[in-house]
């Protein structure tokens, strides 16, 4: 068998390679590429048997593969190389994609290998990505994507209790009391929640959840007091509007 492994991460894929060559010989020639269009012209060139795909690579998503086989035949099965957690992964198990959590476990790998090899003869890769597709969109209704160092965190809106603008980051304060420092600007949160509205921007600096104010006290000006005792500031122009709002929603 042929295999490719596609991912950006330059010692991803040599972890990968090194792992197929010690444990799987029926995979006899492995290639290799770090971005989406690279793989694809490999797959079409090659014609690989199995394709181990990571899903977030800079410009093109891993999950974006079927955009360019619309009118081809898709003969090689896909295993997703992913870092992400557990919400990403119950949308795979929906969708009976197979996919392997990094660090890629050996045992896990091998299983992926020997489930794909069977399903080799089928034809439903396109029918389970777009399953994929459509389960991974339901499931985000509720979550939020934040881009962490080891990938890509969902989280539900429920358990975020504010954002705070850190330069051209943000901090993120969640529930359980951990805070996730996020390369995004404040203005990409406030954009992405503008439709849920128990999320409100008080301030230039910060967007908090209502459903997590313990107070609003007017000690040095009109402050917010959240459930993990930070005050938050209310801006002037904004007073009002604030107080529409809590008298509306509460």
Known sequence: ????????????????????????????????AEN??????VIKKEQPDIVFLDIEMPNHSG???LEFFKTEAINFQIIFTT???????????LS?????????DVTEMKVAIAKASIYLEENSIKEKLQNLERNIQQLALNKIAL??????RFVSHEDVLFFEADGVYTKVYLQ???TELICKTLKHFTEQLSNKPLFYKPHRSFLINLKYMNEVTKKDGLQVIMSNN???PIARDRKDEFMEIINRVF
């Open 147 to 152: 881009e962490v160092p080891k990938g890509i």
């Open 36 to 41: 989406l269009l690279d793989g694809v012209a």
């Open 176 to 178: 359980n009391g951990k």
């Open 230 to 232: 930070k005050s938050i």
């Open 83 to 93: 870092a992400y957690g557990h919400y990403a992964i119950e949308a795979f198990k």
């Open 63 to 65: 999950l974006q593969i």
């Open 96 to 104: 009976a994609v197979d996919y392997l959590l990094k660090p890629i």
């Open 1 to 32: 068998m042929k295999a490719i492994i596609v991912d950006d991460e330059k010692r991803a894929r040599r972890i990968l390679h090194t792992l197929i060559v010690e444990e799987c010989s029926e995979i006899e020639t492995i290639f290799e």
